[in-house]
């Protein structure tokens, strides 16, 4: 029957972390949950949080705040102006 069995070793941190940001950034784009999930995942496997804290202000502290202004945008139902139209004059 025979073949050498492998053992499998864990997964490297390195490893793990392109997992994590291969589930979560493609949905980056579809509001702040995505982002938080990814930000804790990392900060899960680095097991380092003053280095999880510089790496979330450095990668996803801006994304962060685009989707939530975006959120905050849509509930308020106010749009953003749109600056490339011309005034319209006074009556």
Not at 17 to 40: A, M, Q, V, Y
Not at 50 to 62: A, R
Not at 63 to 74: C, F, G, S, T
């Amino acid at each position: 029957m025979g073949g050498k069995r492998r053992r499998s070793r864990p997964a490297s941190p390195p490893g793990i972390n392109r997992e994590i940001d291969r589930l979560f950034h493609p949905h980056f784009h579809k509001g702040p949950l995505p982002i938080i999930s990814d930000t804790l995942a990392h900060a899960l496997v680095e097991q380092d949080p003053q280095k999880s804290i510089e790496k979330f202000v450095e990668y996803n502290l801006g994304p962060l705040v685009r989707e939530i202004l975006k959120v905050a945008r849509d509930q308020g139902g106010t749009k953003r102006p749109n600056r490339n139209r011309p005034k319209q004059a006074k009556r």
